[in-house]
């Protein structure tokens, strides 16, 4: 078999949690299972993962590496790639092509591409971005406990996110940067917390010694904070599946778009015949366990559908072989 005709049962495209457990699941049920990954998970600037139970603060290329290490104990196999083009060949299959020129086939696909976080705009946050400069409280909440903490207002759950880390620590203040006024019921919520809110546009954030140390204003004055938190927009990588029609769409909170996500029923199932989504690219709030679960459920029920493809091709090949004789 050439390079160009290799013919797997699964692709999965994606080798993070979700796409990584979805293929042990095929490769342990005897599928022949290929993932290409690019190698960029999220969660890849972070130090440790958090609340993924029995592997708490693991090193995030440390959990990964050890679920390639299974997948390629049960034969699946593992390409380091990027997957630039997916199309539907007329015998059904999918056809994917890699950015090394590689082109397989595949009965079914997972797509497990996770997002991009697309952070706002200011100097300092991209640079900070997993170490100091966070978004979730479930992800690093405990690591900053008792720190003094920014909420940067840039989206509509920065009073949600203000609420949360105020579970963490009392010295939280609100930056209302850009955004409007807060509604009377949220200013009260803040003010009887103890959250203080701070008026005026920010500039960026003060880095010392490869350390946050403070919010500065567009004013000049410059508050100390060893902590910011901002809310990024979650945009589906989806861009791969636009040649077979499926485009992630907007996801909304309070009204207002904060990412994209690819549709899916509960088992992952999209609206494509054949096409399976898990993880952070149709679930934008799917933390690693959450996400490592989704992979599980579309990797097994991707399974079940080829089992039962399998078992009516077996009834038409026996009859086929009884009419012959
Ligand atoms: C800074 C930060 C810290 C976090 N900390 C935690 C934490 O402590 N605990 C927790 O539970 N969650 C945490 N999360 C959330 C966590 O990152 C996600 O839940 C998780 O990464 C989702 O897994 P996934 O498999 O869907 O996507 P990812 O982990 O992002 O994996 C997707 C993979 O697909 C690859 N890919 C994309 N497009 C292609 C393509 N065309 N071809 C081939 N490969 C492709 C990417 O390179 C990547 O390797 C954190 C998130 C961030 C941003």
Known sequence: MTSEDQQYDVVVIGGGAAGLSGAVALARSRRSVLVVDAGQPR????????????????????????????????????????VTAVHRQDDDRFGVTLDDGRAVTARRLLVATGLVDELPDL?????????????????????VRDQAIGILATGPTAVHQALLFRQLSDDVMFFRHAGPELPDDEA???????????????????????????????????????VVVVAPRFTANDQVLAPLGLVAAAQEMHGQVVGSAIAADPTGASAVPGVW???????????????????????????????????????????????AR
């Open 123 to 143: 100097p300092g946050v991209a640079e900070r971005w997993g170490r100091d400069v966070l978004h979730c409280p479930y992800c690093h909440g405990w690591e």
């Open 277 to 323: 989504v898990a993880g952070n690219v149709s679930d934008l709030s799917a933390q690693v366990v959450v996400s490592a679960a989704a992979g599980l459920r579309a990797g097994a029920r991707i399974n079940a559908d080829l089992v039962v493809e399998d078992a009516r091709a077996a009834v038409v090949a026996r009859r086929e072989m009884a009419g």
């Open 43 to 82: 969660n890849a600037p972070a130090a440790g993962v958090h609340n993924y139970l029995g592997r708490e603060g693991m090193p995030p290329g440390d959990l990964l590496a050890a679920g390639r290490a299974e997948l390629a104990g049960y034969g699946g196999e593992l390409a380091a790639g990027v």
């Open 188 to 226: 009260a919520q803040l003010g009887a917390l103890g959250i203080r809110l701070v008026d005026g546009e920010v500039a960026g954030l003060e880095v010392t010694d490869d350390r946050l140390t403070g919010v500065r204003l567009t004013s000049g004055y410059v508050v100390p904070r060893s």
